[in-house]
């Protein structure tokens, strides 16, 4: 039978509880020990929320000045989170410090000691122990650093004289209450924690990080860029990275972290370009040094970003003839091809054909470079939306329902019992969501800015907002509403002024050659969200000229693809308005309309109250 694995991976054990054996012995017989609640609770607690037994353990022999024995010491390596209990006892208790320092090395070898920038120690204080607990300890500073910023659950409060009182159960109702509440505290928050990285860990081997490189293999490194990104992987970074050191190294270990793969193009360190001008040469060349400095730098970041995580690796191509100038790249270009810690979990090609890496990547990442057989994922965050929630959140004053990119009434529609087993369109929004997390996640959402939330004042359009809002703030993403006048909301949509918007769209047939060139194509008149896709373009032009129904529906379904797969915008509603009219007003056929909306040319009509 193979050993039970740890809910994170990398890991065989999820919680190690360190504490004093003073502070689990109960103040009268009655009592429970504090730490012993503390262990039941967890792991009665962590079942439930994860469906599946927690592995916690402690050390629940007495402990005295000696070494900590070899058991210990190997589990604790293999062990995800860290409780430690705190209190007089524990800060002076050299084995406890021991302990603490002991899973602190070990971390640092094991995906370090944060894990998605949080800290992988939770601190349990049962009762005062001041400002600076490790002052005076001998321990590392960047430990005392993590261990200030970890999570803290205070297990006492002080009365009207300042006096402490503890979270006892056993002292009444109040206390129990106050008791299970901050037990609770602590079980959520560990359980965000490994369900964060666990949803994490699940996109980050769609992530690649495709080092920057110097200007002359700017060709090759889009060649790559575009093929992973057709195969559905998110290539990092995503931005142009900052020229502040401190800037640049926090944004391209944020990225890094976020992947399973970097690969490096190393190129030459002075420009092969021969300007007219001498000033031209010289700053052409300041520019090849500078982005060769900053190759060298994303190395070292990747090759730190590996160690202790096996998951991890690199791919390293040099073309052939490549010959630096720079004792410094020199040195460097030997250490990529002699040093055997460069070497671990990497590939290097040294003078190989572009065409030798692009083999190495696809082994790695099981794609293939002539057939795109992976949907792009990437663009999917929007399926945070539960769309039926949002139609319910406005049925009084606005009857609608949930549909596609299609017109869900017109004979173009996919039909509804087809639609609803699409990710996204579920009557049971739970699978959809849980993919929006993950995807948010592998986005860095930690990092990510309040969103400006630009609103048209309308009534319906304020309630999609404020649910809208709702639904980012439970994934952590913070949205400011901004509620404008419609000549304002057009003014901004038009410009781009926003980051996400509420609006409506309009057309005047239920045509897809009408609506899908105004809302959807480059450049359409009511495409507010700047989208652009060429594969789409081409079938739109394709759909306006096909006469033959079936081969237009056929088009009409791969363009409905593309935009499943690359979402131009997100389709909250749809909104079918019938017309009412008095039995006198003759000439009208509804049938042949598309309600209010419709502004081609109608029939005579006229009045017969005879």
């Known amino acids: 039978m193979l050993p039970q694995r740890a809910l994170l991976p990398d890991f065989e054990e999820d919680i190690f509880i360190t504490y004093d054996h003073d502070d689990n012995q109960p103040p009268v017989e009655d009592f429970t020990g504090f730490v012993d609640r503390i262990d039941e609770f967890l792991n009665k607690r962590l079942a ?136 609770e505290d602590l079980a959520q928050d560990i359980n965000e924690f490994i369900k964060f990285d666990q949803e994490l860990q699940k996109c980050i081997g769609k992530c690649v990080y495709l080092s920057e490189t110097t200007p002359e293999l700017a060709n ?9 990104q057709q195969h559905g992987y998110r290539v990092m970074p995503e931005e142009e990275l900052p020229f502040d050191n401190d800037a640049f190294e926090a944004k391209v270990k944020t990225y ?83 040093d055997p810690a460069v070497q671990e979990n990497a590939d290097i090609l040294n003078g190989s054909k572009l065409e030798d890496l692009k083999t190495i990547i696809q082994r790695r990442l099981k794609v293939s470079w002539e057939e795109n057989t992976t949907p792009d994922r990437a663009k999917r965050i929007y399926l945070i939306c539960d769309k039926q929630v949002l139609v319910d959140v406005v049925k009084d004053v606005s009857p609608l329902f949930t549909g596609g990119f299609i017109y869900p009434f017109s004979d173009f529609a996919t039909p509804k019992d087809q639609l609803v087993k699409r990710l996204g369109y579920q009557e049971d929004s739970a699978a959809a969501i849980k993919e929006a997390k993950a995807l948010l996640a592998a986005a860095g959402q930690s990092n990510m800015r309040p969103l400006d939330f630009l609103v048209r004042d309308l009534n ?28 304002v909301w057009f003014g901004d949509a038009l410009a781009g002024n926003y980051d996400l918007a ?40 394709q759909i306006d000229t096909e006469v033959d129904t079936g081969k237009r529906l056929a088009l009409v379904r791969q363009a409905e693809d593309v935009m499943e797969r690359d979402p131009p915008l997100v389709p909250v509603a749809w909104e079918y308005i019938f017309d009412v009219y008095y039995k006198y007003v003759k000439g009208h056929n509804p049938k042949d309309y598309f309600g209010i909306y419709d502004v081609v040319r109608f029939d005579t ?6």
């Open 220 to 228: 090759e490194r889009n060649e790559i860029k575009r093929t992973l």
């Open 502 to 541: 509420v609006g409506a769209i309009v057309s005047t047939l239920l045509d897809p050659s009408d609506y899908f060139n105004a809302w959807y194509r480059t450049g359409g008149p009511q495409n507010y969200s700047f989208w652009s896709n060429q594969e789409f373009d081409k079938l739109v032009d």
């Open 605 to 610: 009509f006229w009045l017969d109250k005879a």
């Open 48 to 183: 439930m929320l994860f469906g599946e037994q927690p592995k916690i353990w402690r050390d629940k022999l007495l402990k005295g000045n000696e070494l900590l024995n070899d058991t210990i010491v190997i589990r604790l390596s293999k062990t995800a989170l860290l409780v430690c209990v705190l209190s007089p006892a524990y800060v002076k208790s050299e084995w406890c410090r021991k302990e603490l320092n002991e899973f602190y090395e070990r971390a640092a070898k094991n995906r370090g000691i944060r894990i998605n920038n949080r800290s992988r120690i939770f601190k349990v204080i049962k009762t005062p122990i001041g400002a600076d607990p490790l002052e005076g300890s001998g321990l590392s500073p960047e430990l005392k650093t993590v261990f200030q910023e970890s999570l803290g659950y205070q297990f006492y409060e002080r009365d009207k004289a300042g006096r402490f009182r503890e979270f006892w159960p056993e002292y009444g109702r109040e206390y129990a209450q106050k008791c299970l509440a901050t037990l």
């Open 460 to 487: 319906h359009h304020k309630l999609f907002a404020q649910a809208i809002e709702a639904m980012l703030r439970e994934v952590g993403v913070k949205a400011n509403l901004r509620t404008a006048v419609e000549s």
């Open 256 to 338: 890094l972290n976020g992947c399973s793969l970097s690969i490096h193009l190393v190129g030459s360190d002075f420009t092969t370009i021969r300007p007219e001008k001498a000033e031209e040469l010289l700053d052409f060349n300041t520019e090849q040094r500078n982005a060769a400095l900053r190759v060298r730098k994303q190395h070292q970041l990747a090759l730190c970003r590996g160690e202790g995580d096996p998951r991890y690796s690199r791919l390293i191509w040099m073309p052939a003839g490549l010959s630096p100038r720079e004792p410094e790249n020199q040195e460097f270009l030997a250490y990529l091809q002699n």
